[in-house]
């Protein structure tokens, strides 16, 4: 499984993607270095839902790690599949922020509900290289 924090992210920290991200997305599939195009491709999508700032809390972690939380999101299903990825996008600026793993396992069918499920990222203390 394939994870990825935009540059911007990196540099600027999780708040970067909670002011940023409008668009949570489950995807089929996903791979390191897929562009924006790719990943948001008509039939790799399988549900999307917007989302705002307000969306996402951001929290202390273990050992001082900051950890951004997204609230899950309740969608009719565009696509069909078994998602294999949760994409945070902006696309106004057409943009992946961030991806995890989606693991709930749920095979989702075009037309129905289906829920995105709550995501934790985390960034840790940085330690010598």
């Known amino acids: 499984m394939a ?13 970067y993607l909670q002011a940023n991200c409008n668009q949570v997305v489950a995807v089929n599939a996903y791979a390191i270095g897929d562009s924006y195009a790719t990943v948001m491709a008509g039939s790799n999508v399988t549900v999307s839902a917007a989302m705002t700032s307000a969306d996402f809390a951001l929290s202390n972690g ?3 790690a900051r950890v951004l939380t997204s609230a899950s999101k309740t969608a009719t299903a565009s696509g069909s599949g078994d998602p294999t990825h949760i994409v945070f996008v902006n696309t106004a600026t057409s943009k992946i922020l961030g991806v995890t ?3 709930s396992g749920v095979s989702v069918t075009a037309g129905v509900s289906y829920t995105i499920p709550s ?3 985390e960034m840790r203390q940085p330690t010598a290289a």
């Open 3 to 15: 994870f990825y924090l935009a540059p911007e992210v990196l540099d600027n920290g999780l708040a």
């Open 62 to 64: 273990a050992s001082n």
């Open 101 to 103: 793993q989606e693991s």
């Open 119 to 121: 995501t934790s990222l």
